[in-house]
């Protein structure tokens, strides 16, 4: 035998797994079209680079890669210990 309270909680559970299977539906489609816009743009970068090759027209000029500096460490000195006598 089951309680009312019981039969509430499993419709509650239901519904808010419903609204979470419902909710990652849509990060999924969200993600799959950020996704899909970030490879049309790159086929477009393909495209036009074979094109100009195709032309004889120079390719896209290259920027040199600047390598960062690497810092300094900074290691803390240590307190110099007096010549006191214990």
Not at 8 to 17: E, R
Not at 23 to 38: G, R, T, V
Not at 53 to 76: F, M, N, R, T, Y
């Amino acid at each position: 035998m089951t309680t009312s309270y019981k039969i509430q909680a499993q419709k509650k559970l239901k519904a808010q797994k419903k609204l979470d299977r419902e909710k990652e539906a849509i990060d999924l489609k969200a993600q799959q079209d950020a996704e899909a816009k970030k490879i049309k743009a790159n086929e477009d970068r393909i495209a036009k680079k074979l094109d100009r090759i195709a032309k004889g027209l120079p390719v896209e000029d290259v920027k040199p890669v600047v390598k960062p500096k690497a810092k300094k460490k900074v290691v803390a000195k240590k307190p110099k210990k007096s010549n006191k006598s214990k």
